[in-house]
């Protein structure tokens, strides 16, 4: 099957779908000029996570820890929503979109028109105190700042590794996906778990957006793209 034929068998299941769920990673955000943490130029490789993105860093390196994300912080005042996001946003206000579930934590989503968004990873857009989790200002944690509460450690409502997923965004994706009629998922490799078994949990049609396609046998459809060329493409027709 060419790839005029993927958009439009996707064209019909979204035309047929009583309920369509969206999943988005960082491939939907790096088309936005956001750099990729996994790509091979991405963050990942010049800091490993798994010495700053963790409960253990905030704890006892906090100075390399707040570094790190005061600079992720900073870094996305200059990027802003693609046009693919204008287009879940708008799939969203017409109906033919429940739900939009993300992995990326830039609010972009939402900045672009949806309303319905489970950020299963957090947001970095908002602060809260480690220890009493007594919400804080944006400035304050750029500031170093401690909380005005407790003195505790200022962190970004980010879920860090080893942490559990925010457990209404992580049920209530669940949920939906279980009785999705058509589950789209775009710009993610699905390596993180839980979020890569959320695809598996649906009865319904699975689709795959990606830039890099791997064998994933699960999904009816698989299409090779930029998460923004792609959703272009599909709105043309639908």
């Known amino acids: 099957m060419n790839q005029q034929d993927q958009i439009l068998q996707l064209v019909n299941w979204l035309k047929s779908s009583t309920s369509t769920i969206v999943l988005t990673g960082a491939g939907m955000s790096t088309e936005s000029g956001i750099p990729d943490f996994r790509s091979q130029s991405g963050w990942w490789n010049k800091i490993d996570p798994r010495t700053v993105a963790t409960v253990e860093a905030l704890e006892n390196h906090y100075a390399l820890f707040h570094d790190f994300y005061s600079y ?101 994706s669940l949920n939906r996906i279980r009785r999705a009629d058509l589950v789209i998922v775009i710009g ?16 319904g ?6 830039l ?8 009816d459809l698989m299409i090779k793209g930029k998460a923004k060329e792609i959703l272009k493409l599909v709105n043309n027709i639908l």
């Open 212 to 219: 890099d396609i791997h064998d994933h046998a699960r999904f």
């Open 72 to 172: 992720r912080i900073q870094s996305l005042e200059k990027y802003t929503p693609h046009e693919g996001h204008y287009i879940l946003g708008q799939w969203e206000n017409k109906g033919v979109l429940d739900c939009v579930a993300t992995q990326n934590v830039d609010g972009f989503h939402q900045l672009a028109g949806n309303r319905k968004v489970n950020e299963l990873h957090g947001t970095i857009k908002t602060i809260r105190c480690h220890s009493c989790n007594q919400p804080a200002t944006l400035s304050e944690f750029l500031n170093k700042e401690v909380c005005k509460h407790c003195s505790g450690k200022l962190r970004p409502n980010v879920v860090l590794f080893g942490e559990t997923l925010p457990e209404h965004s992580w049920m209530d």
């Open 205 to 210: 049609k699975k689709v795959y957006v990606n």
């Open 188 to 203: 993610t490799s699905l390596e993180i778990y839980p979020v890569s078994q959320l695809p598996v949990m649906t009865e």
